[in-house]
Structure formats: C-alpha cells, structure tokens
C-alpha cells in the first residue's frame, strides 16, 4: 500500500515546473463552479423539503430539533455522494484535455519520453474527452448495479460497500494513470491488465486518490497532483513495461 503516499513525493514537481500550476488554472474553477453550484441548490433543497415534512408531521418541537440535525446530517453525505459521482462525471470531462498537458510535461520534463501524437490543442482535447467518456461509461457500468444491489435486504449493503470501495481505488488508479497509455494507444483491456499488474500498490495509489476525490472542494485543487503523481508513478514503478 506505499502507493497511498505518492502524492506526496510529487508535490515538488509544481515548484519544478511552474507551468503544471498554469495547466491547473482553468479545470479547478471550472470544477470548483460546478461542484459548489451542485452542493449548494442540492444542499438547500433537500433541507427545505424535509423541513416543511418534519413541521407538518411532527408537533413535539423537541422532536424536531433532533430530526432536523439527522436530516441536515444526512442530506450533507448524500449530497457529498452526489457530488463526488458529478466530478467524477463532468468534472473528469472539463478537466481532461489541461490534465492531458499536465501528464504529457511531466512525461517530456521528468522522463525525457516525447510521443508526437501530431494533433493541434482541440483534436487533442476532442481525444482526451472521447477517452475520459469511455472511462465514465466503465464506471457507470459497474457501480450502477453495485447502487441496485445495496437494496437487497441484510447483505446488499456490504456487498455494495466492499466491492464499491474496491472497484473504486482500482479506478481511480486507472483514471490517473491513463494518460500516458492513452498517448501510447493502449487497448482498455490491457489497460486494466496494467493496472491490476501491481495489485498493492495501484490500490494504495487507488485508495489516496478515492478519499481525497470525495471531499469537498480539496478534490478539485488536489485533482492536478494526482494526474501528476499518476503518470510519475506509471514511469517510476515500472508499469510502462507491461505496457503494449
């Protein structure tokens, strides 16, 4: 699980190379727009619905009190939930042709490794957001019957949340290492091949990733690390061996 830390060892990479931080600019207040909008009307909602319920139902005031801070508490994460499935989603899409350059520097600057795919800045974007948007439908297509599960009665909810949280780390490994296989015209399969070659590490990687995405507004800053961080490590721990 050492991969967990690796973002750690690549902060320096953005004092090294000043224009990973100009690269990082546009997605964060982008993304930052989106999941602040998001969290906001969700947020208000569902505290406004469930208020007019719990007063309409419940006479005792003392009642209310508690069962408006449960609410409050449960409207909180399951709008966390619903804002982390939106940046993994649209901000993957906004995010994906500036994290392209960031990987592509660091796969230039740090390794001395240069693939002339010969496209202009849009036909590469159009290419980053064609294969983010493979990604995403991977994502859907696995924690969508995972979310339909978790309503089967006693072992939904743990069938859910292991095999969730594990999909999840693996994921998130594949989705910040991707880049440079992307460039290479890696296959998906053998993608998921590289990925999974490395179990220990790419779900300690996996998991940092997974945690860090799912708080609030550090996701959107820490975004740019870990495409960073997920392209040195694809290079450093030698996964660009198996890479065909």
């Excluded at 982390?84 to 649209?90: D, K, L, P, S």
Aim: proline fraction near 4%.
């Amino acid at each position: 699980m050492h991969g967990f830390f690796y973002p750690l060892k690549c902060v320096n990479l953005f004092f090294k190379y000043p224009k990973l931080i100009l690269y990082s600019i546009v997605p964060m207040t982008i993304n930052l727009i989106i999941y602040g909008t998001i969290f906001f009307f969700a947020y208000n909602w569902l505290i406004g619905s469930s208020s007019e319920v719990l007063e309409s139902k419940v006479n005792n005031n003392i009642a209310v009190e508690i069962l408006g801070i449960l609410l409050r508490l449960f409207s909180f994460f399951l709008v966390l939930l619903l804002c982390y499935f939106a940046f993994v989603i649209f901000g993957g899409l906004v995010s994906a042709p500036f994290n392209e350059r960031m990987s592509k520097l660091i796969e230039e600057k740090e390794f001395g490794i240069y693939i002339d795919e010969g496209l202009t800045f849009f036909s590469e974007a159009f290419f980053s957001i064609k294969e983010e948007s493979k990604k995403i439908l991977f994502y859907l297509s696995v924690m969508l019957p995972l979310f339909f599960i978790n309503f089967i009665p006693m072992i939904g909810n743990t069938i859910s949340f292991v095999f969730g949280s594990m999909f999840s780390f693996f994921y998130n490994a594949l989705d910040y290492m991707d880049y440079p296989m992307t460039r290479k015209m890696t296959g998906f399969r053998n993608k998921l091949r590289v990925i999974i070659s490395q179990k220990s590490l790419s779900a300690g990687f996996g998991a940092i990733a997974f945690i860090l995405t799912f708080i609030p507004v550090i996701n959107v800053l820490i975004n740019p690390l870990l495409v960073v961080s997920g392209t040195s490590l694809y290079y450093n721990k030698n996964y660009s061996d198996l890479t065909k």
